[in-house]
């Protein structure tokens, strides 16, 4: 039986689109997702983690020790007052990688893309354009 929208997914209560915007495993109803809706992932990479400060933090794996089998040239960029990752451990990725640069944006906190797009996007120029050969 259909439902209020008629339709398969009506019919099967899928109040929401499965697409852009919709939280794996959760429904998304007018654009959110169904309060006490959560994503099957619990392990501290999605959405639960973020929110879970700390603790969502302390319970991801840590993959620091991949970053010297990296082959690639890679950027990384911090803000100057990221709490979250400060640029101390910014620095130690970049030492851990084997060819990459270290950007700190002033201003900046944990969204640096965010906070401060032209410094970033200037950061991220700079760091392609170096790559180009030119």
Same mark, same amino acid.
């Given at each position: 039986? /259909?439902?209020?929208?008629?339709? +398969? ?18 429904? %998304? ?7 006490? *809706?959560?994503? +099957? ?12 400060? =700390? *603790? ?8 620091? /020790? ?19 990752? =400060?640029? /101390?451990?910014? /620095? ?11 950007? %700190? ?30």
């Amino acid at each position: 039986m /259909a439902g209020r929208h008629g339709g +398969p997914a009506a019919a099967r209560g899928d109040a929401g689109v499965r697409g852009r915007g919709a939280a794996p495993g959760g429904r %998304v109803v007018r654009g959110r997702r169904r309060p006490g *809706a959560r994503p +099957p992932d619990d392990d501290g990479h999605g959405p639960r983690g973020r929110r879970g400060g =700390p *603790a969502g933090r302390a319970q991801r794996p840590d993959y620091r /020790a991949l970053l010297t089998r990296v082959t690639v040239p890679a950027l990384v960029v911090v803000g100057a007052d990221d709490m979250f990752t =400060p640029v /101390a451990d910014a /620095a130690a990725m970049r030492a851990a990688l084997p060819d990459a640069t270290l950007r %700190v944006i002033d201003g900046a906190a944990h969204l640096p893309n965010l906070e401060r797009p032209e410094e970033f996007n200037a950061a991220l120029g700079e760091f392609l354009f170096s790559l180009s050969g030119v």
